[in-house]
């Protein structure tokens, strides 16, 4: 049996003819896969606490300059990151719950995460993940929370896709310190950036206020695969208003996790249409012997190859990909394309770039298509409408 990208069937099925070649459907059907080992060597990072009062000057060095849709763009601020409660044009705002909640709510996710994240890192990865399907499907909603037999999260792409339980947990203690107003899809964004932190990127101020949505359908879920050109997949962010930096910026968050073989072998044999005759050799003898064609195994590997990164949010993942060490077909593309090689190497030779920006645009992805004011609704258990 062979395994093709997760996100293929369903994006054939949502967009049709896509400019994609529609790759093999076939079923990912490894649930349950024990994670832990991947993460054992790694010692926890050292979370960078303090978001530096960033000056205006540290705007991005590269290429495009703010514009519209950019939460950071559009909100009113001295810097890349103000802890001013300015409204942006998403509607959401810093610190949303301080006068409709007597607990801090913020503080309590905290709390609660960073336990999580001391008994396993990978759900830094995993919330990632997470946030990204959530936000790219019907905008930062929880819809792919929702359970159900044709709810988002049954969709081929939300294989081996993982944190529901801790975002229940967040919800029901949510719930005990002040009972319908802490929003699901808030929880989600609170959590991911005090991941963000723990991981090693930059303490950015969350925005809240969004609502949770009424809508979960599997048949919505049009990720894009990993299979795709770079330009197939600018034209999908594009479509979310993101440009083509923001997507070599927002990929970098695969500098932590990993890919299952069935990502990955497609680009190891010679004659298959995906060989990757460029690929570093001894990365491809390694992932070869991981990942052996036609042998069904639930192997995986680090997104990010560097020796040297710990699990940590760095730019060492864009080095990697210019020493043709790129795990998944599109992330390796990205420092071939000539669209995207000059920012690849840029985020490859500047940590504090990739930390700003990579900041900057986790608030743009957070903020997508976001519901607030009165629309959608305050979940009161994440995984099920009221
Ligand atoms: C074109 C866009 C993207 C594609 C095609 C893509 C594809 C993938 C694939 C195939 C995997 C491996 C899943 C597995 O084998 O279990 C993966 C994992 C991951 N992705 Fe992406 N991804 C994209 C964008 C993003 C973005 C924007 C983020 C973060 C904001 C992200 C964060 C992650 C993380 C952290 C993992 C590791 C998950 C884990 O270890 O549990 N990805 N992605
Ligand atoms: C990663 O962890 C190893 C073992 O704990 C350590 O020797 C190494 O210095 C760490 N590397 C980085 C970049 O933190
Ligand atoms: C790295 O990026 C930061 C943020 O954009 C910038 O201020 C700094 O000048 C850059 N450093 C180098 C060496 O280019
Ligand atoms: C958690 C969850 O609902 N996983 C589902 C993901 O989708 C597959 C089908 O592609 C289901 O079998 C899983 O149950």
């Known amino acids: 049996m062979k395994f093709s990208p997760h996100f293929g069937l369903v994006m054939a099925l949502a967009l049709g003819v896509m400019l994609m070649s529609a790759p093999t459907a076939q079923c990912f059907t490894m649930f349950g896969f024990d994670f832990s080992d991947f993460f054992s060597f790694a010692s926890k990072p050292t979370s960078t606490d303090d978001v530096i009062a960033l000056s205006p000057g540290l705007a991005p060095a590269l290429a495009p300059a703010p514009g519209p849709g950019s939460a950071l763009r559009t909100s009113r601020r001295s810097g890349p990151f103000s802890s001013s409660s300015t409204t942006s044009t998403s509607g959401?705002?810093?610190?949303f719950y301080n006068d409709?909640?007597?607990?801090?709510?913020?503080?309590?996710?905290?709390?609660?995460?960073?336990?999580?994240?001391?008994?396993?890192?990978?759900?830094?990865?995993?919330?990632?993940?997470?946030?990204?399907?959530?936000?790219?499907?019907?905008?930062?909603?929880?819809?792919?929370?929702?359970?159900?037999?044709?709810?988002?999260?049954t969709a081929d792409s939300n294989f081996s896709v993982r944190g529901y339980e801790l975002i229940e947990k967040l919800k029901a203690a949510m719930e005990e310190a002040c009972p319908d107003v802490v929003s699901c899809s808030d929880i989600v964004a609170?959590?991911?950036?005090?991941?963000?932190?723990?991981?090693?990127?930059?303490?950015?101020?969350?925005?809240?206020?969004?609502r949770d949505g009424l809508v979960s359908n599997a048949a919505d879920v049009d990720l894009p695969s990993p299979s795709m050109?770079?330009?197939?997949?600018?034209?999908?962010?594009?479509?979310?208003?993101?440009d083509?930096?923001?997507?070599?910026?927002l990929l970098g968050y695969h500098a932590v996790?990993?890919?299952?073989?069935?990502?990955?072998?497609?680009r190891l044999s010679p004659g298959n249409s995906q060989f990757d005759a460029d690929m570093d050799p001894s990365l491809r003898a390694e992932l070869t012997q991981l990942c052996p064609v036609g042998v069904p195994n639930n192997n995986f590997t680090p997104l990010n190859q560097d020796p040297t990164n710990n699990n940590t949010l760095d730019n060492t993942f864009y080095g990697q990909l210019i020493q043709e060490r790129g795990v998944l077909s599109l992330d390796q593309l990205l420092s071939r394309d000539p669209a995207t090689a000059g920012i690849v190497a840029a985020l490859a030779q500047n940590r504090t770039l990739f930390d700003i920006r990579s900041a900057q645009v986790m608030i743009k992805l957070q903020a997508v298509e976001v519901l607030t004011g009165t629309d959608g609704e305050i979940r009161k258990v994440c995984s099920k409408f009221n």
Do not use: N
């Open 92 to 95: 959401l705002v810093v610190g």
């Open 100 to 153: 409709k909640c007597s607990s801090d709510v913020e503080a309590i996710i905290e709390a609660l995460v960073a336990e999580e994240f001391d008994l396993d890192p990978t759900i830094l990865p995993a919330l990632l993940r997470l946030q990204f399907h959530d936000c790219f499907v019907k905008g930062c909603d929880s819809s792919l929370l929702i359970d159900g037999p044709t709810s988002e999260k």
């Open 190 to 210: 609170i959590a991911t950036k005090v991941l963000i932190k723990l991981g090693g990127g930059l303490d950015f101020p969350v925005e809240t206020g969004r």
């Open 229 to 242: 050109t770079v330009a197939q997949s600018a034209a999908v962010f594009a479509a979310k208003d993101f």
């Open 244 to 249: 083509i930096e923001e997507m070599v910026v």
């Open 257 to 266: 996790g990993i890919a299952h073989c069935g990502f990955i072998e497609d």
